[in-house]
């Protein structure tokens, strides 16, 4: 059946013609039919010449675009998108081996815009942040396993949060393939960590911070680490892995620092009590520490993301400007602080200005060590800057 189809406003073609991925509301000029949410269109300049093809929803990003070539969205499409994402996941050494942890589709990265895949062991968590992709999912999933075989037991489909409110699509996390067969926890890079993706946030486990955990490893011998927004403990394993003398995770979340305490004591059993949690407000845990008298030589501040829209951009920047400086203000002489944006919203220049002003209403020298991004098997479309959302740097304080 020939799929409906968009026309473009005059001009309004330029961007897709550069491959960006994206239709916008405002530049679409009529369609042939009335569209459902979610279903598959072609789409036509002014001069009804094909652009491509794509996911329609309604909002800001009318379409999102499958393919630039006049094809079939069918079984075999599915197949070969995500069969190029695992081999490229195979070449860089991350599939296929014991350290079983590693995202395999990162949306407009992988060509697969609005489908997250997040593999832990056998099981694959799949997260739809379109109607699209929702709509699609058994087929998607179908083609997850067959691309996989049987290193993937269980498909979970964990979309009740991503998907777009207007759509009322009515979304259930359940599992689409499997559900008895489950193993609760993967490994990276030879830690074990226990992964929680039904109640846990994102899809269980931070996997865009592992290149990032093992710098950290590096840095941490014979310092005493504080580790914010710990969440599941990544960064302080990998601190206590790396000789630190002593390692306190903070997180508001009681579920946050139960699991961070799993963590701990499955990879260090006998930890010499070198490690330490604190259920505490990041902010409030900062404050009491008086100026000047820190015990703490390296911080990592992880924040969840502080701006999801454009309109909360000013106060997500003070709020990152607010949390550098109670770092750099708190941090000993020659310090180390490993500062992080997760934000899509905040770009590189404008995170590193917050910091910069942080760095200034401290009154403390600051050099920049590292300048950190998101690992490969979370890529980057050349196309579509957007989806370089990590951002991070690694700082020394004097």
Same mark, same amino acid.
């Given at each position: ?10 001009? @309004?073609?330029?961007?897709? @013609?550069?491959?960006?991925? &994206? ?19 072609? #789409? ?8 491509? /093809? $794509? ?17 079939? +969205?069918?079984?075999?499409? &599915? ?12 070449? #860089? $050494? ?21 489908? #997250?895949?997040?593999?832990? $062991? ?7 942040? *379109? ?6 999912? #058994? ?38 393939? $499997? ?6 926890? !993967? ?7 226990? /992964?929680? &993706? ?21 840095? *941490?011998?014979?310092r005493s680490v504080l580790n914010m927004f710990c969440y599941t403990g990544g960064f302080s394993c990998y601190a206590m892995r790396g000789g630190a003398k002593l390692v306190h995770s903070v997180d508001s979340s009681a579920k946050a620092i139960a699991l961070t305490d799993k963590n701990i004591e499955a990879n ?26 820190? +015990? ?8 969840? !993301? ?7 951009? @000013? ?9 550098? !400086? ?18 899509? /919203? ?11 002003? !942080? ?40």
């Amino acid at each position: 059946m020939p799929y409906k189809k968009v026309f473009l406003n005059k001009k @309004k073609e330029e961007s897709l @013609k550069r491959f960006h991925p &994206w239709v916008f509301s405002g530049a679409i000029h009529h369609t042939s039919e009335p569209l459902e949410e979610g279903e598959i269109v072609e #789409i036509y300049d002014s001069n009804n010449n094909y652009i491509a /093809v $794509g996911h329609c929803q309604i909002g800001s990003i009318a379409v999102r675009v499958l393919s630039f070539n006049q094809k079939t +969205i069918d079984t075999s499409f &599915w197949e070969n998108r995500i069969n190029a994402a695992y081999q490229l996941r195979k070449s #860089i $050494g991350l599939a296929n081996n014991p350290n079983n942890t590693y995202r395999l589709i990162h949306g407009e990265g992988d060509s697969l815009p609005g489908l #997250i895949v997040d593999i832990y $062991g056998n099981t694959a968590v799949m997260q739809a942040h *379109s109607p699209g992709m929702h709509v699609q999912r #058994i087929e998607i999933a179908n083609a997850l396993k067959e691309v996989m075989g049987n290193s993937i037991e269980n498909i979970y489909y964990k979309s009740e949060g991503t998907l777009p409110y207007k759509a009322d699509l009515g979304a259930e996390n359940e599992y689409l393939v $499997g559900g008895e067969s489950l193993v609760d926890y !993967a490994y990276e890079n030879d830690f074990k960590f226990h /992964v929680d &993706w039904v109640k846990g946030q994102k899809t269980g486990f931070f996997i865009d911070q592992r290149d990032n955990r093992s710098l950290l490893e590096k840095y *941490s011998n014979g310092r005493s680490v504080l580790n914010m927004f710990c969440y599941t403990g990544g960064f302080s394993c990998y601190a206590m892995r790396g000789g630190a003398k002593l390692v306190h995770s903070v997180d508001s979340s009681a579920k946050a620092i139960a699991l961070t305490d799993k963590n701990i004591e499955a990879n260090f059993p006998n930890n010499d009590n070198r490690h330490q949690s604190f259920t505490e407000d990041a902010f409030k845990f900062l404050n009491k520490i008086e100026k000047g008298e820190s +015990i703490y030589d390296l911080i990592i501040l992880d924040p969840p !993301a502080f701006a999801k829209h454009r309109s909360a951009l @000013k106060n997500a920047l003070q709020g990152y400007k607010k949390l550098n !400086a109670a770092a750099f203000e708190r941090i000993n002489k020659g310090g180390i602080v490993f500062t992080f944006s997760c934000s899509q /919203v905040v770009s590189k220049e404008s995170f590193r200005l917050a910091v910069f002003s !942080a760095a200034a209403q401290s009154g403390r020298k600051v050099k920049i060590l590292h300048q950190l991004s998101q690992p490969a098997d979370h890529p980057i479309n050349i196309y579509h800057p957007e989806g370089e959302y990590l951002k991070g740097l690694i700082l020394e304080v004097e």
